[in-house]
């Protein structure tokens, strides 16, 4: 393979998807139950739901959509401690507006429950997607 097919590639996959997993930070701050997150984060993003639609242009007030969801109870071993989880987009990828759809917000969600034991942030061309499990309930 020649260098520039080489650097082009590299380049390319930089800029595809930049991913942080948050670092460990107890036993409260792990995802309790990834199912009950990701079934959690697929209602934030169906229609209806508080990330679902519209976003406006990067940089607007109308560029970010928070969720904040309380998590399924904790077993016993947990003694009787909460947890809630943030799900967080943000349209990045330019001036215009821009619709998401249930899909493309589930699977940037997703990606962070699944990939990152204590929740993460993953950027791509157009979206930020953050899911960060959290202690007690939601503020």
């Not at 947890?83 to 619709?99: A, C, K, L, P, W």
Request: proline residues 6%.
């Amino acid at each position: 393979m020649q260098l520039t097919t080489i650097l082009f590639l590299a380049a390319l996959a930089a800029t595809a998807a930049h991913a942080d997993c948050f670092p460990e930070n107890g036993i409260d701050a792990a995802w309790w139950y990834k199912a009950d997150a990701r079934a959690q984060a697929q209602k934030a993003c169906n229609d209806g739901g508080p990330l679902a639609g519209k976003y406006t242009a990067s940089g607007t007030d109308g560029a970010r959509k928070q969720a904040c969801v309380a998590a399924a109870p904790p077993p016993p071993a947990y003694g009787g401690r909460r947890q809630h989880y943030v799900f967080e987009v943000t349209h990045i990828g330019g001036s215009g507006d821009r619709t998401i759809t249930a899909a493309e917000c589930y699977d940037g969600l997703r990606k962070e429950i699944t990939g990152c034991d204590y929740g993460g942030v993953r950027e791509y061309s157009n979206w930020r997607y953050k899911s960060d499990p959290n202690p007690g309930t939601c503020p």
